[in-house]
């Protein structure tokens, strides 16, 4: 394979004039550039004219702008259309922060591993010519995705992507319409087991990014909302499991004999209770969450095991906290719990992760 067998897609939404000299560079380099004017006013039209005699040059119009998103989709669905014998599809913003060396440097390494996703990273670490705003955002999603969806991924937000065509009809169909459709790309790729390739990449901002598009408040919460299913389980079951132990605490104290064996062991009774119930909720919602496709007799004994050994020590520390600090009252033993599990979660998460729920095709 060879460049001629790839395709540049261009999603522009009030382009800069220096996106002229990189379509015209790209134009020298691919043998087809899509470039989908993301409803751009007619003050942008001398910059579209520019390109729009240009060898392989393609513009695609939205009467209004849709997002980012939707002017990638589109451009998807015109290189099914019209390439169908196209290999892959590179993906690169229009505010002239990828140079075309970089853009063929990343091509370079999708032949190298057709099928494969490669991503233009740039280095958020150590670089200081990236914007504060940028460095943070990225790096806390890196850190966020590595935890919740074991996905390593320095650039999660990179808009230099090389797509092979064998899951172009796939990417159609996810979700969104702005900037978190990209986020949602990442994580539809790596439930469908695509290989993740990093290519650094040399950093442009353009008077401090000021170009860009991207709302620092708005389009976060829509990229950050992709998280939350992966906590609804286990934050429903905490409150199910830290409500039901409340509950069974206050009726042994208001009912139980003080010198009794069902009084000395509370705090164990009502844990094992709760867990009992919190655990099938827990259980059953996680199959769905990291969308297991081991069967019931291979993941259920194993979370079993998690669950017994993470009840047992939620017992035995909330039970020995409880004497140290020397609370008897029913706030205190709620409290020492909530503090327990809420470190007891993000180590149970993991283990579920990367054990319980992972498919026999991921561990190989």
């Not at 015209?24 to 390109?51: R, T």
């Not at 290189?79 to 505010?95: I, Q, R, S």
């Amino acid at each position: 394979m060879s460049m001629e067998s790839l395709v540049a897609l261009v999603p522009a939404y009030c382009p800069e004039e220096s996106m002229i000299e990189s379509v015209k560079a790209l134009s020298n380099e691919f043998p087809a550039v899509v470039i989908v004017d993301d409803g751009c006013s007619d003050k942008y039209l001398p910059i579209f004219d520019a390109v729009r005699d240009l060898p392989g040059v393609v513009i695609l119009k939205h009467p209004e702008n849709r997002g980012k998103g939707c002017a990638l989709k589109t451009g998807f669905k015109y290189v099914l259309e019209h390439f169908p014998e196209a290999k892959g599809v590179v993906t690169l913003d229009a505010d002239g922060q990828h140079t075309v060396k970089d853009t063929l440097r990343c091509c370079e390494k999708f032949l190298e591993n057709p099928g494969s996703i490669v991503f233009g990273c740039r280095d958020f670490e150590s670089d200081e010519k990236i914007p504060p705003r940028s460095r943070f955002g990225n790096r806390l999603t890196s850190r966020l995705m590595k935890f919740f969806c074991d996905i390593k991924l320095s650039d999660t937000q990179t808009g230099l992507r090389v797509h092979s065509m064998s899951y172009m009809k796939e990417l159609i169909e996810v979700e969104g319409e702005r900037y978190e459709y990209e986020m949602n790309v990442i994580f539809k790729l790596k439930d469908m087991d695509v290989p993740f390739v990093e290519v650094p990449i040399e950093v442009i901002y353009l008077d401090n990014n000021s170009s860009s598009h991207f709302n620092p408040i708005k389009d976060s919460i829509k990229i950050y909302k992709v998280f939350l299913k992966f906590c609804i389980s286990s934050f429903g079951s905490f409150l199910i499991d830290i409500a039901i132990f409340t509950a069974i605490c206050k009726l042994i104290g208001a009912f139980a004999d003080k010198e009794s064996l069902v009084y000395a062991y509370e705090i164990y009774i009502a844990t094992a209770i709760a867990r009992v119930c919190s655990g099938i909720f827990n259980y059953n919602f996680n199959r769905w969450i990291f969308k297991s496709k081991s069967k019931v007799s291979s993941s259920g004994p194993k979370y079993l095991v998690v669950w017994l050994i993470q009840m047992c020590i939620s017992a035995i520390c909330v039970d020995n906290l409880v004497k140290l600090i020397g609370g008897e009252n029913t706030l205190t033993k709620s409290l020492t719990k909530f503090a327990v599990d809420m470190i007891l979660f993000f180590i149970s998460y993991k283990v579920q992760q990367l054990w319980v729920f992972k498919s026999k095709k991921e561990k190989d």
